[in-house]
């Protein structure tokens, strides 16, 4: 990466910064969203759910919640690209004198800031709810790269649809589709609670595997099942967002060189 691409794409995260000043409503409901899902599932719904091997529902419920955070994550970046595709400002940026993979990479660099926000505070409320993480700094420092790790291959699946629709109001169609996935996993419940065939697909979630490799790093309970996906769980934390970055970067990166084509 040259100098002049570091330059630019600093520029483009300076951008983003501004309109966090300018906007800091929209920054807040995104941060605050996940805290009240998170109040929400351990007061409201939290006495009826059981833990697999027994154990408080909040201290499996904040690792799940950190993961489904980091997933859902997605629509705030497709919402972004779509904004400034429909007012031009991409275009722009595409005919000025600037690195092309500023936009892009200072899209990620502002996003992924967010989400360590959005991590950092749920931590906290979690903490402030009686939740405690029971391995060392070490162990909770890797679990907080996971879920970043997650974070960043979500956002990259969001800039490509971002691209690919080109219009905020499609957004709401990616919304129906993430949020049944999002609780087609280990967020909220265990697999082994679910009907088998719904079970297997759940166990699998790339979702589900972050959840449990950051409820062992935690501690929490519901770190262990019996399927061979959570048994390695960890292993498959590294390699599902690193199968999607393979997939969705260069075609994220394709779609945004073809938009003046």
């Not at 499996?60 to 007012?87: C, H, R, S």
């Not at 960043?152 to 969001?158: N, P, R, T």
């Not at 719904?198 to 979702?207: D, E, K, L, T, V």
């Amino acid at each position: 990466m040259t100098a002049m691409t570091l330059v630019d794409s600093w520029t483009m995260t300076r951008r983003g910064l501004a309109h966090w000043a300018r906007q800091p409503v929209q920054v807040v409901v995104g941060l605050v969203f996940p805290v009240m899902m998170l109040l929400m599932f351990a007061y409201f719904l939290g006495g009826g759910m059981t833990v697999p091997g027994g154990g408080d529902y909040k201290h499996y419920l904040v690792p799940g919640m950190l993961a489904l955070t980091m997933a859902f994550g997605l629509e705030a970046t497709m919402l972004a690209i779509t904004q400034d595709l429909n007012k031009g400002v991409i275009d722009r940026f595409r005919s000025l004198p600037m690195a092309s993979s500023a936009v892009l990479i200072g899209r990620s660099v502002l996003d992924m800031l967010q989400s360590a926000l959005s991590v950092l505070l749920l931590i906290g409320v979690g903490l402030a709810m009686g939740w405690r993480w029971h391995g060392g700094i070490g162990d909770a420092l890797f679990a907080v790269g996971l879920l970043l790790w997650l974070r960043f291959a979500m956002l990259w699946i969001g800039i490509y649809l971002g691209l690919l629709a080109g219009r905020p109001e499609l957004v709401q169609a990616v919304q129906i589709l993430v949020w049944p996935i999002g609780f087609l996993s280990n967020v909220f419940a265990a697999p082994e609670s679910m009907p088998a065939w719904i079970g297997s697909i759940a166990a699998w979630n790339p979702m589900s595997a972050t959840a449990t490799a950051v409820r062992d790093l935690f501690g929490s309970p519901g770190g262990h099942g019996a399927s061979w996906a959570a048994e390695h769980a960890g292993l498959l934390a590294v390699c599902w967002p690193l199968a999607l970055l393979v997939v969705f970067f260069p075609l994220a990166v394709g779609r945004y060189r073809g938009l003046s084509r």
